[in-house]
């Protein structure tokens, strides 16, 4: 068996090596084909995980609000099956999470990161006659560190200036830009229940998403519970996981817990994150029909050879070879061609992929000063197995029909 193999590999190469033009025209198709499919997935896969990756940083992973996600069900719906019971209207409820320094320290207990407490205020913020709403966050700043990138994200300033100030407020730079704030200067807050504070900018922030920076700004615990006109609360806990993938399953155990609505950052970019999934599929299907162009390439080259190699396949069957020897032969020329074309497609998406990555950018929209590039041996694998099974493939076909001609036939002229 080892001899006929051996016998079959030695054959087949000398087959490629005899058209060394058609052979290596072969091999650049599905190099080519190899190399752009790695690059474009690599630049794909790295632009989804940047975008993601903005989108979690954006804000905490688990957000714990003060609202329910289902109304409580009353008495006669639970006690009968038929009763349906809507538009009651329940006595006014105190806003707030009941006990939340109690329930932070319980979801810290079983909870791998970190957790901060935060009031959320509608309020409209004023300067030099310019008004804008704005969602005014209340954090406590040694701890809002732990559980968000926000110092990171903080210009001309730091979270700790706002201990330095009276009632001192940090503006997304998209607000400040609305407004024409700049820091130093003192805007006017008003909030829900009509309290209104002067307010010191001391600093600006920049998330990289428009909608948050054009909306958002940051006050300490105290100021926001001023403005929300309600000593002591806090409606929302923001909670940080090591593993950012779990935070869905953690959400659901907190709000199985505690009954308060958590929302996960998945859940929140619910919709964008389907866009993406539809987004790979598309990318697959590009990469697959890439690969499938180049695969053409190999077949015409391996039907060209068996048409120009039929007496000699009349010669080698007549020497005793077997029709599955001579479709081995035909078939190892396939797979030779599709590994060199395989191996050089590596080292050209490699390449390719190095290339876009010093590509620069510069606009005021982004905070990436180049294009992002994942490497992930995932996609080479599956380009090199893609290319692979094409080449097979496409050398299988006219192997076959190369090993089905009978000797006769080709000596006569017939074929």
């Not at 490629?16 to 630049?43: E, N």
């Not at 200067?185 to 920076?213: K, M």
């Not at 590596?346 to 990555?357: D, K």
Request: overall charge positive.
């Amino acid at each position: 068996m080892s001899a006929r193999l051996g016998l079959a590999v030695s054959i087949a190469l000398t087959h490629v090596r005899s058209r060394a033009r058609q052979t290596l025209v072969g091999v650049l198709g599905v190099a080519t084909g190899v190399g752009f499919s790695v690059m474009m997935a690599a630049l794909m896969e790295g632009s989804q995980r940047d975008f993601i990756t903005q989108l979690v940083d954006a804000l905490p992973h688990i957000l714990v609000s003060d609202e329910r996600r289902h109304p409580s069900p009353q008495p006669a719906e639970e006690a009968y099956d038929a009763a349906a019971i809507q538009g009651l209207t329940t006595k006014a409820i105190r806003p707030g999470i009941k006990n939340p320094f109690a329930m932070m320290s319980a979801i810290s207990g079983w909870v791998d990161g970190a957790v901060a407490p935060s009031v959320q205020a509608k309020a409209v913020v004023r300067f030099a006659g310019r008004d804008r709403t704005a969602s005014v966050i209340g954090i406590d700043p040694k701890r809002e560190g732990e559980v968000s990138k926000l110092p990171t994200q903080i210009r001309q300033g730091t979270l700790a200036d706002l201990y330095r100030a009276s009632n001192a407020i940090i503006l997304g730079d998209g607000l400040a830009g609305k407004i024409g704030a700049r820091v130093g200067n003192v805007v006017s807050v008003t909030g829900g229940t009509g309290q209104v504070l002067l307010c010191t900018v001391v600093a600006f922030s920049h998330t990289g998403v428009a909608s948050a920076d054009d909306s958002q700004a940051y006050v300490l615990v105290k100021t926001a519970q001023i403005l929300a006109g309600q000593t002591g609360l806090v409606n929302e806990i923001r909670v940080k996981a090591q593993d950012v993938m779990a935070a869905r399953e953690i959400a659901a155990r907190i709000e199985a817990e505690t009954g308060y609505k958590s929302v996960s950052w998945q859940e929140a970019h619910e919709d964008l994150l389907s866009a993406f999934e539809i987004r790979n599929l598309i990318m697959y299907m590009v990469v697959g029909a890439i690969l499938l162009v180049a695969s053409f390439g190999t077949y015409n080259i391996i039907s060209t050879i068996t048409h120009e190699k039929t007496r000699d396949i009349a010669i080698m069957k007549s020497l005793g070879l077997t029709e599955r020897l001579v479709r081995t032969i035909f078939v190892l020329e396939g797979l030779v061609i599709g590994l060199i074309g395989t191996a050089l497609g590596f080292a050209l998406g490699l390449g390719l992929s190095l290339a876009m990555g010093q590509v620069a950018i510069k606009s005021p929209f982004m905070d990436a000063t180049h294009l992002p590039i994942y490497y992930s041996p995932l996609h080479y694998a599956l380009a090199g197995a893609v290319a692979l099974s094409a080449s097979l493939v496409a050398a299988y076909l006219p192997a076959r029909k190369a090993a089905s001609l009978q000797p006769v036939d080709i000596i006569r002229g017939a074929s």
